[in-house]
């Protein structure tokens, strides 16, 4: 029954892993008198890296994650490996436009921030304090134009080496922990 052979003489079979709405995620921080603290996926396909993601959200206490139904990776054994477990303590939805869902985020009061090369301002600089939706693109294209267009500000992480990029999960770190350091 195990897929990777590594399953060390123990098997759990467990229903498929329960994905909510974005109001749910919305609720929750309302249930605790906080402003929202969401991160949208935009197209990440590795389920490491969608895993290592979650780990570092749900030790962040952000309140949900976003992802969407098509091109991404999606919550799997190697996602729930790689997040240490987090993902039973993470709220996360699966949407099917996300464009639509930051609409939706904005009609709630949710600043929209995007991550992209292309901006500006770095990510120390902006403000990145109250209702907050980070917004994280694929491992090797970043964020699609029209999401790019859609958020409210974009930030980016300095680059001083010969390498121009970091992991998509590395980048969401980053970003996620500067917020936490800011919401102090």
Not at 44 to 56: A, K, Q, V, W, Y
């Amino acid at each position: 029954m195990s897929q990777t052979g590594n399953c060390q003489g123990v098997i759990a079979i467990v229903p498929p892993f329960e994905y909510c709405d974005v109001e749910d995620i919305l609720d929750f921080a309302k249930s605790k008198n906080e402003d929202p603290f969401i991160i949208i996926l935009d197209g990440i396909e590795d389920p490491h890296n969608l895993g290592s993601i979650i780990r570092t959200a749900e030790t962040a206490g952000c309140h949900g994650l976003i992802i969407p139904k098509r091109r991404a990776a999606g919550v799997n054994s190697t996602v729930n490996k790689t997040s240490a477990g987090a993902v039973e303590h993470m709220k996360i939805a699966r949407v099917n436009n996300l464009n639509e869902t930051i609409n939706y985020l904005k009609q709630n009061d949710v600043w929209i921030c995007g991550t992209d090369m292309e901006t500006n301002t770095y990510y120390y600089n902006q403000d990145l304090k109250g209702p907050l939706a980070i917004v994280i693109g694929s491992e090797g294209f970043g964020m699609s134009r029209l999401i790019k267009e859609n958020c409210d500000f974009l930030i980016k992480i300095p680059m001083k080496g010969k390498i121009t990029s970091l992991n998509a999960s590395i980048s969401a770190g980053i970003i996620i922990y500067e917020a936490v350091k800011q919401r102090k």
